[in-house]
């Protein structure tokens, strides 16, 4: 059979095996796969990857002598290059040696079916595969989610100008964020008519977020800015993580106005973790614009800080307790009533609570626990018995 995304002539096989047990090898096996090619192996120089196994059950081994055809798996070129020399020596010559098209594998990856590609981004993700039938771990139930949750009314939650709409109308419209506009695209915004701050984002995704402060030494400039936000809005969110809720929703721009605290503190946001309507746990990020990097704190009930991590190094600094915690408690429950799992995020500006967005699939349930078996402890928490 023909495959498309090798680079090269007469690229018909049946069979073939791979070089490099990374992650991108693991997405070549699963396109290959696809095409009914069987994968007898995968080859790679790291020992320690020996005697495991990749996606699809492939077996990793050293490199041996074979006169099937290998797929080298490898995007840096240099590398790339470094192996294709040891096979051609190894080989003396003899065997067929393909590279691969990234860019049209990319393409092709993409066009997996929603469980396929969820099962190589899973895989990928923690080395093991989903149990769909009976999902355990909290990760393995937010992907079991995205293809069997389809309440129709997800849609307006992740959607950042109608969410506020719909929770204002749950818990009252003092705790919603004013906006200052909505545009379908940066053409029509009148830039020079804006205040000196606001925040400017797109209504479709999630990391589209710019702070505007004219005034301030760091400004990003505006031409920036606008280069960012177009491309984001051109951005099919669904298709990267498969979180269904944002499948077909209309990407759009929302300009916010900016909330300050009086004391000239930063704002902090306050992610509180609903599991079928009730509050399990919170997190707060801090330190994202500092050198060692974003800092991700779990906290329980009652403000004690968890004893595990999720992707990102808790902080070692004290965080206090917001003034508003309980009723922020009280709110974020309301607003996951009737959600099998939903993270409500709030702002504290001078002890008043402000809405920030809800997220239905945080890290698109791609990362890790450390310790691992809080995944499991957060699953426990996630019923998903009746989930329509």
């Given amino acids: 059979m023909k495959i498309s995304f090798l680079c090269g002539d007469d690229i018909n096989i049946d069979s073939a095996i791979i070089f490099g047990a990374g992650n991108y090898g693991n997405i070549i096996i699963s396109l290959l796969m696809r ?52 096979l051609m020596e190894l080989e003396g010559g003899g065997n067929r040696i393909f590279r691969v098209d990234f860019e049209q594998a990319d393409s092709e990856f993409l066009k997996l079916d929603d469980k396929e590609y969820l099962n190589v981004r899973y895989f990928n993700a923690f080395h093991k595969n989903i149990n769909w039938k009976t999902p355990r771990g909290f990760n393995e139930k937010i992907q079991w989610l995205k293809l069997n949750d389809h309440n129709p009314d997800y849609h307006i939650l992740v959607d950042k100008e109608m969410a506020k709409e719909y929770v204002g109308k749950k818990i009252g419209e003092e705790y919603i964020v004013p906006t200052i506009g909505i545009y379908e695209n940066v053409e029509l915004i009148p830039f020079d008519e804006l205040p000196d701050k606001y925040v400017i984002k797109c209504t479709h995704d999630s990391g589209s977020t710019h702070i505007v402060e004219r005034k301030n030494a760091g400004y990003q400039g505006m031409e920036e800015i606008k280069k960012d936000i177009d491309k984001k809005l051109k951005t099919d969110f669904y298709i990267l993580g498969r979180e269904w809720a944002y499948k077909g929703v209309k990407p759009r721009i929302i300009i916010e106005e900016l909330l300050e605290n009086s004391d000239g503190h930063e704002i902090i946001d306050y992610k509180f973790m609903c599991f079928n309507g009730k509050v399990k746990c919170s997190f707060v990020c801090t330190n994202r614009r500092d050198s060692t990097g974003l800092k991700v704190t779990f ?46 995020d709030f702002y504290e500006v001078n002890g008043q609570p402000y809405f920030g967005e809800i997220t239905l699939y945080p890290g698109c349930g791609f990362e890790e626990f450390n310790p691992p078996e809080w995944d499991e402890k957060l699953g426990d928490w996630l019923d998903l018995t009746n989930v329509r």
């Fill in 35 to 86: 095409q009914k090619v069987k994968v007898a192996a995968c080859f790679d120089n790291d020992i320690n990857k020996v005697h495991t196994r990749c996606y699809g059950g492939v077996r990793v081994t050293l490199p041996y002598l074979t006169r099937m055809p290998v797929i080298i798996c490898i995007r840096n070129q240099t590398i790339g290059s470094l192996i294709e020399k040891q």
């Fill in 299 to 344: 906290f329980d009930l009652d403000w004690k800080v968890m004893p595990f991590e999720r992707h990102y190094h808790k902080s070692k600094e004290l965080i206090k307790k917001p003034n508003s915690y309980a009723l922020m408690v009280n709110l974020a429950e309301k607003i996951s009533e009737n959600i099998p799992f939903a993270r409500i």
